[in-house]
């Protein structure tokens, strides 16, 4: 299977954009044709991650709704109008010799993704593999597989009607683990391997691949509320931040209150978190604000609840605040809710993480939001690729250069 996707890898880096773009819309289109049976199969995997005891997060990410589907179909469709980043010139010289030499981009050729219940990642790889000239081979795991079985033939028959090959979006589930293996183990035959899921698979994927991963990461994601910060504004971000979607890598996992204004902005923000649902650890000095929290431990600092559940501490200082996320965070996205410019900047400079927000809710890093269509992942690591990942994210570069008979003295 791995051989023929590099071999429809070579069909597809010479497929016109057009033609890529005819194939998008077969699969927009595919997918809002077949809701009922993708809903269908849908359930049959919900199902049986209720009777497994799957967490309600997980459940959220696996759920694949009528409405959901069409804002899949409707996500292809802002992918296919973006501008074809292959051949695009990122930059270019003429040599003092007369050698014309040009830095163009090219599509990686099979990308890989291994990841976990969640269906829409099947549909948002797959779209923005196409329009960047790459094959994908996906793992998406067991929780998902009827699911992704019916999303996969879906796919394939849109680009067959298109004229390109079904091999172009491939997957590997039906072999489980072992396809897996096959997939971290494909150098050569995957360019390369990007997970998206738990900590822990992501783990095991960069610890047992042979092909380059790009790494995502967990979301330990921190917002700061700052002494000089417009505190209505600040418990409408934070309850967005983390009930919106909670089940999500961007959703934010703790606050920090500024002691100067912790005793005027917890009353408000627990009552409307817990009205939503949120249970709040806190620290000793929330605990003393808002009774009904419970008392944080050490761990819950470097937690990824991905539920409604949310970690608060009362902090001293930007110094301290600093500090705690430097400590704790996993550079995904951190925030700071100020008035104060200084220490906006300041924030902004100090924070190592792949987002970094001044007075907005952490959901907006995302790659529909940033304008992207959709995204392959949201990259924690510093090569290649950071943050929100994006069709120029799937391409290499290659070097071309024209000459009129030069020779090297």
């Given at each position: 299977?791995?051989?023929d996707?590099?071999?429809?890898?070579?069909?597809?880096s010479?497929?016109?954009a057009a033609?890529?773009?005819d194939?998008?819309?077969?699969?927009?289109?595919?997918l809002?044709?077949n809701v009922?049976?993708?809903?269908?199969?849908n359930?049959?995997?919900?199902?049986?991650?209720?009777a497994?005891?799957?967490?309600?997060?997980?459940q959220?990410?696996?759920?694949?709704?009528?409405?959901?589907?069409?804002?899949?179909?409707?996500?292809?469709?802002?992918?296919?109008?973006?501008?074809?980043?292959?051949?695009d010139v990122?930059?270019?010289?003429?040599?003092?010799n007369?050698?014309?030499v040009s830095q163009?981009?090219?599509p990686?050729?099979?990308?890989?993704?291994?990841?976990?219940?969640?269906?829409?990642?099947t549909?948002?790889?797959a779209?923005?593999?196409?329009?960047?000239?790459?094959?994908?081979?996906?793992?998406?795991?067991?929780?998902?597989?009827?699911t992704n079985?019916?999303?996969?033939?879906?796919?394939?028959?849109?680009?067959v009607?298109?004229?390109?090959?079904?091999?172009?979006?491939t997957?590997?589930?039906?072999?489980?683990?072992?396809?897996?293996?096959?997939?971290?183990?494909?150098?050569?035959?995957?360019?390369?391997?990007?997970?998206?899921?738990?900590?822990?698979?992501?783990?095991?994927?960069?610890?047992?691949?042979?092909?380059?991963?790009?790494?995502?990461?967990?979301?330990?994601?921190?917002?700061f509320?700052?002494?000089?910060?417009?505190?209505?504004?600040?418990?409408?971000?934070?309850?967005?931040?983390?009930?919106?979607?909670?089940?999500?890598?961007?959703?934010?996992?703790?606050?920090?209150?500024?002691s100067?204004?912790?005793?005027?902005?917890?009353?408000?923000?627990?009552?409307?978190?817990e009205?939503?649902?949120?249970?709040?650890?806190?620290?000793?000095?929330?605990?003393?604000?808002?009774?009904?929290?419970?008392?944080?431990?050490?761990e819950?600092?470097?937690?990824?609840?991905?539920?409604?559940?949310?970690?608060?501490?009362?902090?001293?200082?930007?110094?301290?605040?600093?500090?705690?996320?430097?400590?704790?965070s996993?550079?995904?996205?951190?925030?700071?809710?100020?008035?104060?410019?200084?220490?906006?900047?300041?924030?902004?400079?100090?924070?190592?993480?792949?987002?970094?927000i001044?007075?907005?809710?952490?959901r907006?890093?995302?790659?529909?939001?940033?304008?992207?269509?959709?995204?392959?992942?949201i990259?924690t690591?510093?090569?290649?690729?950071?943050?929100?990942?994006?069709?120029?994210e799937?391409?290499?570069t290659?070097?071309?250069?024209?000459?009129?008979?030069?020779?090297?003295?």
């Amino acid at each position: 299977m791995l051989r023929d996707a590099k071999e429809a890898a070579r069909v597809l880096s010479v497929a016109s954009a057009a033609r890529r773009d005819d194939a998008l819309k077969a699969m927009a289109e595919i997918l809002g044709q077949n809701v009922a049976e993708i809903v269908a199969a849908n359930g049959e995997d919900l199902a049986r991650g209720v009777a497994e005891g799957m967490s309600e997060g997980l459940q959220d990410r696996l759920r694949l709704t009528p409405e959901r589907i069409s804002a899949l179909s409707q996500a292809i469709e802002d992918i296919r109008a973006l501008a074809d980043p292959v051949g695009d010139v990122v930059r270019g010289m003429t040599l003092p010799n007369g050698l014309k030499v040009s830095q163009v981009r090219v599509p990686f050729g099979v990308v890989g993704a291994i990841y976990e219940a969640r269906p829409n990642v099947t549909i948002d790889i797959a779209a923005l593999g196409i329009k960047s000239g790459n094959v994908v081979v996906l793992r998406g795991g067991s929780q998902a597989h009827a699911t992704n079985t019916v999303l996969v033939s879906l796919l394939r028959e849109a680009l067959v009607r298109s004229g390109l090959p079904a091999d172009a979006v491939t997957s590997v589930d039906d072999f489980g683990r072992e396809g897996a293996k096959a997939m971290m183990q494909g150098r050569g035959l995957i360019d390369v391997l990007i997970p998206r899921g738990s900590a822990a698979l992501i783990d095991t994927v960069v610890r047992e691949s042979t092909v380059p991963v790009i790494e995502t990461g967990s979301g330990v994601v921190h917002i700061f509320v700052d002494s000089s910060a417009e505190l209505t504004q600040a418990v409408d971000i934070i309850e967005n931040a983390k009930v919106q979607r909670p089940s999500v890598c961007n959703a934010v996992e703790t606050v920090l209150v500024h002691s100067a204004v912790a005793a005027e902005l917890l009353p408000p923000l627990a009552e409307r978190l817990e009205h939503s649902g949120v249970v709040i650890h806190g620290d000793e000095r929330v605990c003393g604000i808002v009774p009904s929290s419970i008392a944080a431990t050490k761990e819950d600092w470097s937690e990824e609840y991905l539920s409604l559940e949310l970690a608060i501490a009362v902090v001293d200082s930007l110094d301290e605040a600093l500090q705690h996320i430097g400590q704790y965070s996993t550079h995904h996205t951190d925030a700071i809710l100020t008035a104060d410019m200084a220490h906006a900047e300041r924030f902004l400079n100090e924070v190592d993480s792949a987002s970094v927000i001044v007075n907005a809710s952490t959901r907006f890093t995302d790659g529909g939001e940033f304008g992207f269509g959709a995204e392959v992942g949201i990259s924690t690591q510093k090569l290649h690729a950071r943050g929100p990942m994006g069709l120029p994210e799937l391409t290499s570069t290659k070097w071309i250069v024209r000459g009129q008979g030069q020779v090297r003295a």
